[in-house]
Every structure is written in structure tokens, then in C-alpha cells.
């Protein structure tokens, strides 16, 4: 929170928030320990060229307002700090889906699948799960496509929820879906066996478990609590080495 506060100083009419800091430790975390960035296709194990996140832009906090999906891409070997990257990067996007009322290319895309017939439909999800089996998926839908990240992030806190565990799916590539919570008041239990009160929030962490063993994973949420728990680090470059 003080971390945001100190952010957020400059009157900005965007503010930096947990979504950003929670992204930009998940990149950090994936150019530091890359089998991270895995995925598993085809009965085979790949790995991902491009840092990739996804998420949902709700284009008014209605029940009948619009969503788009957006994809950003984290540059791996820019001076430029994570937490940087994603910001302005998020906020481009959420200003031209709000602002400009921009679509996205894969709501597009299935609006165009969605006027076939249903017999032609089938054909054609057949013909895209093969092509996406064998590796030769098009790149020109891939790239609109979210399930095609090295991260799905579903920012639940908000829209005032709590966090869960998102399943993934059968269709893409994707590897790790984070759902962020709301920030609340939680139990803390401390050495001495007292509880107090603190403002936090929870993550949802689903992994694909074929990508990497236990203390691979284990080793990774550690580094992922310490650059949580000492943001600062994010004000570095994304390849600035860290200690956990």
C-alpha cells in the first residue's frame, strides 16, 4: 500500500495499483526462472518465446457493459522496469477499449465464427484444434488470442470479490491463471501466538503442473512473496537478479 501511495503521488488521472504490482512481480518471476513461461502442447513440452499476459477490460461496471480481452507483452530485456512496462501498457489499452470503444481481435474474430452454421462451426473448431495439436496454429489469430499467454489474470478485487482458483483449458497454451482478490482486513498470526488485523488481498494461483516439478514451483511463489513483499525491486530492470 505505501508502496502504491508513494506511486500514485504525482495527481495522475491513472493510478498504479495491486493489479499492476502483482503483474509485473509475475513477469519478473518468469525472466528469472523461465521454465515458468512452459507450456505443454501435443503431448509435447515448449517453450515460450514472448512474455505474454491477458486479461478482461470491462468497458462500463454495468450488468450489460461490454468487455474486451487484452493481451500485453512484457520485453524481457528492456531497461525499462516491469512495473513500467505494465503500466503504460495497461493503461493505453484500457483507454482505447473505454475511451475509443476499441474491440478486441478476438471478439471479433468470434463474432465472425458465430454467424456460420453450427454443422460449419464444428468443421472449422475441428480443423483450428488440429492445426493448434500439431503446432501450426496461425499466428494471426494467436496473437488476439488470451489463452495463448504466459499468463491469465483475472482481476476479481475490482469488482468487489474475493479470490478462487480458475480452471485452465483444454484450448491454447496457457499456462498459469492468477485471480487477484479484493483487498480486506485479514488475521495475521504472529510468533507469540496474538492475531492482528491487516489490510491484504489473496491470489488464486492455478498452474499446469506438467511444466515444471514441485520445488520448481515452490521456489518460484517464494521469489514471487519477496519482490510482494519488497516492491521496491520492481522500480529495476525486469533482468536485475534477486535474492530468496
Not at 518468469?30 to 513440452?45: C, D, E, Q, S, T
Not at 463474432?111 to 454443422?119: A, C, D, Q, S, T
Request: include cysteine.
Amino acid at each position: 500500500q505505501t508502496y502504491l501511495e508513494k506511486k500514485n503521488t504525482k495527481d495522475i488521472s491513472f493510478k498504479y495499483t495491486f493489479f499492476h504490482v502483482i503483474c509485473a512481480a509475475m513477469a519478473k518471476v518468469i525472466v528469472l526462472r523461465p521454465i515458468m513461461n512452459r507450456f505443454y502442447a501435443g503431448h509435447k513440452l515448449y517453450d515460450r518465446k514472448d512474455i505474454l499476459f491477458s486479461f478482461v477490460v470491462k468497458k462500463k461496471f454495468t450488468d450489460h457493459g461490454e468487455e474486451a480481452l487484452a493481451m500485453i507483452k512484457v520485453d524481457r530485456n528492456s531497461d525499462e522496469s516491469p512495473v513500467e512496462q505494465i503500466y503504460s501498457k495497461v493503461k493505453k489499452i484500457v483507454h482505447d477499449v473505454r475511451e475509443k470503444n476499441q474491440t478486441d481481435g478476438t471478439t471479433d474474430k468470434m463474432g465472425i465464427l458465430n454467424k456460420l452454421p453450427r454443422v460449419m462451426l464444428r468443421a472449422v473448431m475441428a480443423s483450428l484444434k488440429w492445426l493448434d495439436y500439431h503446432g501450426w496454429y496461425p499466428q494471426a489469430l494467436m496473437k488476439d488470442d488470451p489463452y495463448f499467454s504466459s499468463v491469465f489474470v483475472s482481476n476479481l478485487g475490482s469488482i468487489k470479490m474475493n479470490a478462487t482458483y480458475h480452471h485452465l483449458t483444454n484450448w491454447g497454451t496457457n499456462s498459469i491463471f492468477v485471480v487477484v482478490g479484493e483487498k480486506k482486513r485479514m488475521p495475521f498470526f504472529l510468533e507469540d501466538g496474538s492475531c492482528e488485523m491487516r489490510e491484504a488481498l489473496e491470489l488464486g494461483m492455478t498452474i499446469d503442473e506438467r511444466i515444471a516439478d514441485g520445488l520448481y514451483f515452490a521456489n518460484s511463489v517464494k521469489l514471487l512473496r519477496k519482490l510482494l513483499l519488497n516492491p521496491d525491486l520492481l522500480d529495476l530492470p525486469i533482468y536485475t537478479p534477486v535474492e530468496y
